[in-house]
């Protein structure tokens, strides 16, 4: 046995321990209107405190969390314990006030001057309003009111879209087990360049990847599980279903008995061991169930190859979760536990605001200086006809994406979405779209993301070499839909 891991350095001075302590089941828990104790909870807390395990992870939406968390570093752990949260703003638009009070929230709850990591959500990436967001976190960060900032849900695109628009970034929070390996294509690849570190929950799949579960029958998803089984339970059925499960079951639990220990610590340990990964989040129902030495033991092994080779072919057997990192809070199948986003969010609201013409044509405005000066909409809808502009990845004053092609093509991507979505349509009624490049060099790269985006679209498409207005942009791109 071997100590692997005692701690995960995230970025320059700031160190976790690899097993975070998740605190999203505290909203399970209050979720019939009641509240913990915080005294109480806290001090439930400090058991995982005490054995090492000094990392903490939850939310602004998490019930409580916040607040015990507060208690727990005010009464026992101080500055040894690392406390992470995430802000989830509704999918609107936000001031730079909002963002400042939202932190201020959090601060004040979790009795601190600085927030460790504050990791960040967005609802609706056509909507520019979560580039705003991240902008004005950055600030606060060089304020000094965050130590660090991390993405929580985010795919490979709109990651490498922060980090080439210049935000700064450590880590991102993503759903990645034995059920789901999105994050160990694109998402590891980017997260090794860019030298951000993925913190992995689901690892256990809500209890699901345990003992238990072997050669049970197969349960309803109704109020008789846990929120996070119920969660949980959809990945099982978009992996292949209860019988491919309990395979996996089975070969894990051939592991296990091989290491000597668990079910859920093979599970997670395999999660651990992959490229990239700085930490696995496992979920404490605080009072309810504790695995403390259990997760202490996580860091006392390794997996051979022989039984890296064993999981890795139950693996292979299920079916891939569809997508990437983040989809199931997006776009369907919500791979939620209600199975939609109605515990989430009341209404995504149209990213741009709309004004109809006596002509019966309606205007989708961006509000930039360049709308009214060259006398144009960001799109139009004559009919059930959408037509939107010449788009480049600039938002306001920014540039976004850098100076990187793919980066650029998925914000402009963005960018049309959003202006369909304000004249009602979506993505998928786009009939045809036309590129404009700059350098021919750059033409595969964005043609890969058209092709990306567009693949089960395959609209009519132009693609030319072109001489372009501002040095800085290296293409545009112009969209036409028909609404059915």
Request: include cysteine.
């Amino acid at each position: 046995m071997t100590n692997n891991n005692p701690i995960s350095e995230l970025a320059t001075g700031l160190s976790i321990s690899p097993v975070l302590t998740g605190l999203w089941q505290v909203a399970d828990l209050e979720r019939d209107g009641s509240t913990l104790n915080p005294d109480t909870a806290a001090l439930a807390l400090k058991q995982y405190f005490d054995a090492g395990l000094t990392t903490f992870d939850m939310a602004d939406h998490y019930g409580s969390a916040e607040i015990i968390a507060g208690v727990f570093k005010k009464k026992y752990a101080g500055n040894k314990t690392q406390l992470l949260t995430k802000w989830v703003p509704t999918p609107s638009k936000v001031t730079k006030e909002q963002v400042r009070g939202a932190v201020q929230k959090s601060l004040t709850r979790l009795q601190s001057e600085r927030i460790d990591i504050l990791q960040f959500h967005a609802w609706n990436y056509a909507d520019p309003a979560w580039l705003d967001a991240l902008f004005w976190l950055q600030e606060l960060k060089h304020e000094g009111l965050i130590h660090q900032l991390g993405l929580t849900n985010f795919d490979s695109a709109h990651l490498q879209m922060v980090v080439e628009s210049g935000i700064e970034v450590v880590s991102n929070q993503v759903c990645y087990s034995l059920l789901d390996q999105r994050a160990s294509g694109k998402m590891t690849q980017l997260c090794l360049q860019y030298k951000i570190k993925l913190l992995a929950f689901g690892t256990v799949a809500g209890g699901f990847l345990t003992e238990k579960w072997i050669g049970q029958p197969e349960p309803k998803i109704d109020s008789s599980l846990t929120w996070s089984q119920m969660k949980y339970k959809r990945f099982i059925d978009a992996a292949g279903g209860w019988l491919v499960f309990q395979n996996l079951l089975s070969a894990l639990r051939k592991v296990a008995d091989k290491n000597n220990t668990s079910i859920p610590n093979i599970a997670s340990r395999y999660v651990l061991e992959q490229p990239a990964v700085g930490g696995v989040i496992i979920g404490a129902r605080i009072g309810r169930s504790e695995h403390i030495e259990e997760n202490k033991k996580l860091l006392t092994f390794s997996l051979d190859q022989e039984s890296k080779k064993i999981v890795k072919e139950a693996i292979d057997q299920m079916t891939k979760i569809a997508g990437d990192c983040g989809d199931e809070y997006r776009r369907p199948p919500f791979l939620t536990a209600s199975g939609d986003l109605s515990h989430h969010v009341d209404v995504v609201p149209p990213p741009y605001a709309c004004h109809s013409g006596s002509d019966g044509r309606v205007k989708a405005l961006s509000g930039t200086s360049w709308e009214e000066l060259a006398g144009f909409s960001r799109a139009v809808r004559k009919g059930n006809h959408i037509f939107v502009s010449g788009s480049t990845a600039t938002h306001e004053s920014k540039l976004i994406g850098g100076n990187n092609p793919e980066a650029q093509m998925n914000f402009v991507i963005d960018k049309l979405e959003g202006a369909i979505q304000s004249l009602g349509g979506t993505l998928q009624q786009v009939v045809r779209t036309r590129i404009y490049i700059k350098n021919l060099s750059d033409w595969e790269a964005i043609a890969r993301v058209h092709g990306e985006r567009f693949k089960e679209i395959q609209p009519a498409n132009t693609m030319i070499k072109a001489e372009l207005i501002g040095d800085e942009y290296l293409l545009e791109m112009e969209a036409e839909a028909i609404v059915d």
